[in-house]
């Protein structure tokens, strides 16, 4: 295999390359563009994507326009920033190189690793045709896809012969990201599209989620669990706790003996780091994520850092989540901790006066419907808020992230639009139009034309 190869700098400057382009290779290179070091960003996409709103993609509210921006355009002006659209696929520790999928190998001084995290499915792969995921936009437009055929659909079948499978929604996983998604379909059936169509009534849409733990939103504090069961049922969406997904097939799921019938599967059950971690030849966790000190490197390398959902860092007896806000704040770390190093104001083994990494949390939001959310504040205060307060803290925080003038103006226009008005968002179905197990059983026209959820009240 023909191989090209970008040469190391010279001793005056510092070759720093960075895998990874989400919260926490942006804010790394953002922070490097400051220094005398020539960067190499690499990652498989062009775009940073803001995946805290994918979910809104997901149930078109959003485009994915809206939440993602080009790495060039990021970074366009820093001249000492370069962008490479590939995959890093191995690692040279000794010689300190990274092999790329087009065989192009780059020779770094420092490293930077922030490859993220990916789905889950605890030995059961196959399960990822039937049941999605949330991690990439091409995750979201699948979900939309889904989700808006699924009534369309339902509407043909009535329209043809006068009936159609129950509306069920059985999402897997009760963590922000299915609470979330939840939410947005309940929404999206009651309000949206409640007056769309002609011959079903996609406010009978039902949507239950199946959590395997006590507790939905388990990181949260129990009064916020309580406050978010609450706005569910308000929402109309059923959960249940303590459900062990056994099996996922096309049409249905089953927890234990039980089968609960189900026109879309959606998967927020678990996560897993980046390959990548493994390949480096280090100690990782179960989940794969590297373990690293308190600098952020893995035992022996101090020249590579680990940042994001591919760091295991414990801070106070526990591990720091694999969220955006501590991705940004280990980007932000790794590019000062460089910086010192290559001003010799500490000794490459890891030792001296700088500090260790800290996280600083400012707390945790989950929003669960329109004028919805529950929120775990942090910083500058602490308290924990429920219902409206709580949806609009939300959405002030996650449109002042959203890195790009262009993008915050877009967001806030899209989503006073949408909320506003009930007008249509991105309702677009794309590629095929088939759901995995649709069917019409042979049953007699029935009322509202769908069967609810068989399924007791959860307890709140």
């Not at 942090?378 to 609009?392: L, N, R």
Request: proline letters at 5%; hydrophobic letters at 45%.
């Amino acid at each position: 295999m023909a191989q090209a190869t970008a040469a190391r700098s010279g001793k005056e400057r510092k070759r720093v390359v960075i895998l990874g382009g989400g919260f926490g290779g942006i804010n790394a290179a953002l922070n490097l563009a400051k220094l005398p070091v020539d960067v190499t960003m690499v990652d498989r996409k062009n775009y940073h994507l803001f995946q805290p709103l994918l979910y809104q993609v997901a149930l078109a509210v959003l485009s994915p326009a809206d939440i993602a921006q080009p790495i060039r355009s990021l970074v366009r002006d820093h001249p000492n920033i370069d962008v490479l659209m590939d995959e890093a696929v191995g690692f040279d520790l000794a010689e300190q190189r990274v092999h790329l999928k087009t065989g192009v190998e780059l020779e770094y001084d420092y490293l930077v690793i922030a490859t993220g995290s990916t789905h889950s499915y605890f030995g059961k792969d196959e399960w990822a045709k039937l049941a999605p995921g949330l991690k990439t936009v091409e995750d979201a437009t699948e979900i939309r896809r889904r989700v808006l055929l699924a009534f369309e659909l339902a509407e043909r079948e009535m329209m043809e012969k006068g009936t159609h499978p129950a509306l069920n929604f059985v999402i897997i996983g009760g963590g922000p990201t299915g609470v979330e998604l939840a939410g947005a379909i309940s929404d999206i059936a009651k309000l949206y599209m409640s007056k769309d169509f002609r011959h079903i009534d996609p406010s009978m849409a039902q949507v239950l989620i199946l959590e395997g733990s006590p507790n939905i939103l388990g990181a949260y504090p129990p009064d916020l669990q309580r406050k978010a069961g609450e706005q569910l049922n308000a929402l109309g969406v059923r959960y249940r706790t303590g459900a062990h997904v056994t099996d996922v097939q096309p049409g249905y799921v089953m927890v234990g003996d039980e089968r609960i019938d189900a026109v879309v599967t959606l998967w927020a059950a678990g996560v897993q780091a980046s390959p990548l971690g493994k390949l480096l030849g280090v100690e990782t966790d179960r989940r794969g994520c590297v373990l690293v000190d308190g600098y952020l490197n893995p035992p022996g390398h101090p020249e590579i850092f680990i940042c994001g959902d591919l760091a295991h860092v414990e801070q106070d007896g526990k591990q720091v989540p694999g969220v955006a806000q501590p991705a940004m704040q280990m980007g932000r770390y790794a590019a000062k901790r460089i910086g010192r190093l290559i001003a010799a104001d500490l000794g490459s083994d890891g030792s001296g006066k700088d500090e260790s990494f800290r996280y600083f949390d400012k707390g945790d939001m989950a929003t669960i419907g329109r004028k919805a959310a529950v929120a775990n504040i942090q910083w500058p205060f602490k308290a924990h808020w429920s219902g409206f307060p709580a949806w609009m803290t939300w959405l002030v925080v996650h449109i002042f992230f959203l890195i790009g003038f262009r993008n915050r103006l877009s967001v806030f226009r899209q989503w006073a639009w949408t909320y506003l008005t009930f007008s249509d968002g991105a309702r677009l179905i794309t590629g095929s139009q088939e759901l995995p197990g649709w069917k019409v059983e042979d049953d007699p026209v029935v009322e509202h034309a769908t069967r609810p959820l068989d399924i007791a009240s959860p307890k709140t």
